[in-house]
């Protein structure tokens, strides 16, 4: 007779894992057990969501607001592609997150740090933009 299978409240983490490593693990859906992405996966993406926080950052706050008015558009443009913009650096920032984490890679606590101020950055230009289109 077999074992019944264990419920998924019930993963076993290594008991170094501190609780909110647990809950940060649980949140980005990350499984227990070996490594599921390589550093290069992790160090690409990260390259690349930073990239694009960047890109959103200088294109909405730098280049349209100097451009806009001197092609004689509104001036509203810049929100309107920030809210977009944003959206997509957050979404590429969590999932840098989730691969740094899959991997286990040893600078995974300190880049999530980064990451958490870079998302709240974006975050707050986000719900700026927004209230500006309001």
Same mark, same amino acid.
């Given at each position: 007779?077999?074992?019944?299978?264990?419920?998924?409240?019930?993963?076993?983490?290594?008991?170094?894992?501190?609780?909110?490593?647990?809950?940060?693990?649980?949140?980005?859906?990350?499984?227990?057990?070996?490594?599921?992405?390589?550093?290069d996966q992790a160090?690409?993406?990260?390259?690349?969501?930073? &990239?694009?926080?960047?890109? =959103?950052?200088?294109?909405?706050?730098?280049?349209?607001? *100097?451009? %806009?008015?001197? #092609? /004689?558009?509104?001036?509203?443009?810049?929100?309107?592609?920030?809210?977009?913009?944003?959206?997509?650096?957050?979404?590429?920032?969590?999932?840098?997150?989730?691969?740094?984490?899959? &991997?286990?890679?040893?600078? =995974?606590?300190?880049?999530?740090?980064?990451y958490v101020v *870079?998302? %709240?950055?974006? #975050? /707050?230009?986000?719900?700026?933009?927004?209230?500006?289109?309001?």
């Open positions: 007779m077999t074992p019944p299978p264990p419920s998924r409240l019930a993963v076993a983490y290594p008991p170094q894992i501190t609780a909110w490593e647990r809950a940060l693990r649980c949140a980005l859906r990350i499984p227990p057990g070996p490594p599921k992405a390589s550093d160090h690409r993406l990260f390259s690349l969501s930073i &990239a694009v926080s960047a890109a =959103r950052c200088l294109l909405s706050y730098i280049v349209l607001p *100097v451009l %806009a008015p001197l #092609a /004689g558009r509104a001036a509203g443009v810049g929100p309107a592609l920030g809210i977009p913009l944003g959206v997509l650096a957050l979404t590429f920032d969590i999932r840098a997150v989730r691969r740094f984490w899959l &991997a286990q890679h040893r600078w =995974r606590r300190p880049i999530t740090g980064v *870079v998302m %709240a950055m974006v #975050a /707050g230009l986000l719900i700026h933009d927004i209230a500006t289109l309001a």
